[in-house]
């Protein structure tokens, strides 16, 4: 994609990643529109992109991506050049208890974009246009759970084993298909584990933050032992705009940050910067670690082979996770607000009655 292009949708740009993919493209690239898309679930939220709200090449669209008729009438008002789609039910968890939701909003909502970027850049094209693209934006947990040893690679087979998995699968699949059916201008990335500011705190990292500061138990599932691999969120949002401009079509990049984790390893540093920070004495906030229920179908272990996108796009993360924790432990503690209306639901509360949905 050349500089020319203008109009970009970002879809589900309220969430954790998309807020930070909308506020590197609105600062990097001013000659672009940047539309943020966003239903603004319990998991999307506007003061996310304060910062950022007033640019004038900034817009957002309080939207569904499961009404078809919406996002057709959507695509056709803006003719948009581009589309980077992260909009999604993102929880593992809430995929067990309702597994619908996830069903509706990333299969039904990732064909409903398929189906109205085809009409567009069907359009386009007979117009002599050619540089649309749709980049989807997926997860390393739809290649299923590792062992001890191996990474997952672009041509690791599918495997997906929870609900959200499975429908990120189902997407992925859809998108391959429109790219193999009609040539439709597709771009994957498949991601590890992000952690950075603005993450929800319904998952690990912020969850165990919030419940630290409280003086809170700290659920860890089974015996802690699962392996994740972070990524600082940054460093996902700078793979996304190079994979975004010089990704080729058709094509898949792993994301990841060649940093593994046990879970209770990641806790047990996690509470050693938070007792630092919190002047507490050593120990104090491991006390409140408690082993829970496991999670059912609990992934073993997730580890991305990276290379292909670090070979070919030139991207490498940018962070030590040392590094990386103590700044997003640093964000939430100055962040309290943020913080405290996210799980009281109170900017939810909020943006529902500033933004009707179209
Ligand atoms: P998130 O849950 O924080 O954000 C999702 C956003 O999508 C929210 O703003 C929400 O309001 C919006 N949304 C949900 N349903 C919608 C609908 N029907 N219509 C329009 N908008 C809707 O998720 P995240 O963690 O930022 O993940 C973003 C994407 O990246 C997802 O596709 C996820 O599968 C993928 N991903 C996430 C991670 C991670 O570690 N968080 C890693 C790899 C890939
Ligand atoms: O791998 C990428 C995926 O990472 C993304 O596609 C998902 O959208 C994202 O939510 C994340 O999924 P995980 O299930 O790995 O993330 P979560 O933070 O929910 O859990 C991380 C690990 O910590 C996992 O092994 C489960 C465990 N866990 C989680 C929670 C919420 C606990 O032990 N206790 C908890 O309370």
Redesign the pocket.
Known sequence: MNKAQKKVLVTGGAGFIGSHVVRRMVNKYPEYQIINLDKLTYAGNLSNLKDIENKANYTFVRGDITDAIFIDKLFEEYLFDGVIHLA?E????RSISNPLEFVQTNVLGTVNLLNAARKLWKFQSEQGKTNFRFYHI????VYGSLGAEGLFTEDTPYDPH?P??AS?ASSDHFVRAYYDTYKLPTIISN????YGSYHFP????P??INNIKNMKP?????K?E????WLFVEDHAAAIDLIFHQGKIGDTYNIGGNNEWK?IEL?HLLCKIMDNKLHRTEGTSASLITF?KD?AG??LR?AIDSSKLQKELNWKPSLQFEEGLEKTVTWYLDNEEWLNNVTSGAYMEYYNEQYVRR
């Open positions: 999604a993102s929880h593992v968890d997926s997860t390393d947990e929870s959200y998995s990120k991601c590890s584990n992000n319904e998952k690990l990292i969850l165990a700290i659920p860890v599932y089974g802690g699962n392996v994740r691999d879970n806790i829970v999670r609990h992934d997730y």
